[in-house]
């Protein structure tokens, strides 16, 4: 069956540092989605990919569609301690595309 | 102001016994899921509703029951049939299928 997964599981870095979560899927995927959960809360979407090869930016966060469009990344240029918290990505569901198959997340831990 | 309550926060079970999640939502969204979440690990599907009075089984199903009576309310019931409850539930709404997701702040089932 479909699997989506994503790499690392847990990743720690000193404030100022890149970081980057990659998400893989065995699938052709019509779009992704990102989401990210703080410690405690619920999910939160952060933005939606559509096209292959797409890159979107939000201030520090870089998006990345892969051109075969079974992979992304999430990339955060100088980390803060606010970007805390667990990065998931999301696609349609293979045969069930109104429902979303989540990866696993990156937990990312931000030292002060 | 627009969001999804759930209720109540916490929640506790004892053996045998059914019990209902209440989820919300004045969005006007068409769409709702209902996820489960176990620490640590990403977001599971147990149901989704793209509209009132039709849903459909996710990943994990059984133990489960849901309704869809009118467009804002998505109540999940966690019968005495699912063994292992324990868990964070979270419910979503989105304005269609496939669209991205609105999540509340969840509820945390144990057992007593």
């Known amino acids: 069956g479909q699997q989506v997964m994503q790499i690392p599981q847990y990743q720690h870095v000193q404030e100022g540092e890149d970081f980057t979560t990659y998400c893989n899927s065995s699938t052709t995927l019509s779009n992704i989605q990102w989401y990210k959960q703080r410690p405690g809360g619920h999910p939160v979407f952060l933005i939606q990919?559509?096209?292959?090869?797409e890159v979107k930016k939000q201030k520090r966060l870089t998006f990345q569609f892969g051109e075969a469009k079974k992979n992304s990344s999430l990339h955060i240029t100088a980390t803060q301690t606010t970007d805390v918290g667990t990065y998931f990505c999301?696609?349609?569901?293979?045969?069930?595309?109104?429902?979303?198959?989540f990866g696993g997340g990156t937990r990312l831990m931000v030292k002060p | 102001d627009g969001g999804i309550t759930q209720s109540p926060k916490y929640l506790f079970r004892k053996e045998g016994q059914n019990v209902t999640l209440s989820c919300e939502q004045n969005?006007?969204?068409?769409?709702m899921y209902w996820y489960r979440q176990d620490p640590g690990q990403g977001l599971r599907l147990i149901y989704y509703s793209q509209i009132v009075n039709d849903f459909q089984k996710g990943d994990i199903a059984e133990g489960y029951s849901v309704s869809r009576e009118k467009k804002e309310s998505f109540p999940l019931t966690v019968t005495s049939a699912q063994k292992n409850p324990t868990a964070f539930y979270l419910c979503a709404s989105s304005r269609i299928s496939n669209q991205p997701q609105h999540f509340g702040d969840g509820t945390r089932l144990s057992i007593l």
């Open positions: 999301a696609g349609p569901k293979e045969n069930a595309g109104n429902m979303l198959t």
């Open positions: 990919l559509v096209k292959s090869g």
């Open positions: 969005l006007n969204h068409d769409a």
